[in-house]
């Protein structure tokens, strides 16, 4: 149904008029609490041999939505309704921006991949704690990105990310440090260790000074030397991180033809992200919470990423190609390939393949 609507309807719109269509059904179970509640009952995960346990949060399914569909934080309810067992939301700024001109957002269709330059268009760090702070109607599990205001300098980018962190984290189940992004300029320049060391340690401060101590994650980009995945990964422990995400979108173009700048995602990004997680967890082993993202597009994915090391897993491209109810089929047939190998549950297979 779904990619007759796609093939008919969507894929005739523009990429980010597409989007907005999107976003304009999923108002619906946004305002609509009794909707978004039924849907809840219908789609969300509930079979416990989905549950993990991440830096004592608890998921109710390993497989959540990457950050940048819900910027604004406007959408928790009715993703966590659609089945994602988290939601991760933003990038958020400390100050509202409107992104990128447009055209920034383009479809690959016949690489099943995204390129967009979107630019962190985002209402703001205390409107989306205005957002955060009102109820949702509906169990959910919010992760919250944070990243650079493109007019602020980088020698001010400290002081930046510090007010957004100082809004958001008392709000968020778990909090991100972006420094992957390729669409603000110099952002990926705050990955290097002697840059990303103050930046994380002042993050930190903030987030471990919550009433509830909210766990921080460092996500980082596909398009780092493996040398440099080590050194954020030994720096992340020295700090006493949490986990690291791995990987935003990349400034690569292999595979495709478009030469649209901006960040490329989806299919094409499947090999690297993989590498970037293996990597991962055999600089780390289980000492840090590792969240695949890159290419996720079905349970085969998700599994994969499991088995290499990853506690939780992340996708956004595939949806735009499988449509909503792709989070549920993931989850029914996650539970079903974890009793076929006679497992309990998620944490008895991740890393088992893992060197
Ligand atoms: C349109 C679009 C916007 C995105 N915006 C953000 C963002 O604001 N912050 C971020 O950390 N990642 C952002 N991402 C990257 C995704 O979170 C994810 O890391 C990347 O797309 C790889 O996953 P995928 O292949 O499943 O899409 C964005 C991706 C897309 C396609």
Redesign the pocket.
């Known amino acids: 149904m779904y990619r007759l609507v796609f093939n008919q309807v969507l894929s005739r719109f523009d990429a980010e008029d597409a989007?907005h269509l999107t976003v304009r059904a999923l108002r619906l179970l946004s305002v609509t609490p009794v909707v978004r509640r039924l849907v809840h009952r219908r789609l969300a995960p509930r079979d416990p041999i989905l549950r993990v346990q991440a830096f004592g949060v608890h998921f109710p399914s390993p497989f959540g939505l990457?950050?940048?569909?819900d910027?604004d934080a406007g959408f928790v309810g009715a993703m966590s309704a659609l089945g994602f067992g988290h939601v991760?939301v933003?990038?958020i700024t400390a100050y509202a921006q409107p992104g990128n001109a447009r055209p920034r957002?383009f479809r690959l269709i016949a690489n099943r991949a995204?390129i967009?330059r979107?630019g962190?268009n985002?209402a703001g760090a205390s409107a989306v704690a205005r957002t955060l702070s009102r109820p949702r109607g509906v169990p959910a599990i919010v992760g919250v990105?944070i990243?650079k205001t493109k007019v602020v300098p980088e020698s001010e980018a400290v002081d930046d990310y510090v007010t957004s962190a100082k809004e958001l984290a008392p709000l968020a189940d778990y909090l991100?440090v972006?420094v992957?992004?390729p669409n603000t300029p110099g952002l990926r320049d705050l990955q290097a260790v002697r840059l990303l060391g103050p930046l994380l340690r002042a993050v930190k401060e903030v987030a471990d000074g919550t009433p509830r101590r909210t766990p921080l994650l460092v996500?980082i980009a596909p398009d780092l030397t493996d040398e440099d995945v080590d050194a954020v990964a030994d720096l992340a422990l020295e700090l006493g991180l949490d986990g690291i995400?791995a990987?935003?979108?990349t400034i690569s173009r292999e595979g495709v033809s478009s030469t649209e700048t901006g960040?490329l995602?989806?299919?094409p990004?499947?090999a690297r992200?993989m590498e970037v997680l293996r990597r991962l967890r055999a600089r780390v082993g289980d000492r840090l919470v590792l969240v695949s993202?890159?290419?996720?597009e079905n349970v085969d994915d998700v599994w994969e990423r499991l088995l290499a090391g990853a506690t939780l897993v992340?996708?956004?491209?595939?949806m735009i190609y499988e449509g909503p109810l792709w989070a549920h089929r993931v989850n029914r047939a996650l539970a079903r390939r974890l009793r076929r190998h006679g497992a309990t549950g998620v944490r008895e297979i991740i890393g088992r393949t893992a060197s």
Do not use: C, D, P, W
């Open positions: 989007h990457a950050a940048g569909f910027k991760e933003g990038t957002l995204i967009n979107m962190f985002n990105n990243g991100v972006n992957s992004s996500k995400i990987t935003n979108t960040g995602s989806g299919r990004l499947k992200s993202v890159g290419g996720v992340q996708g956004y491209s595939a």
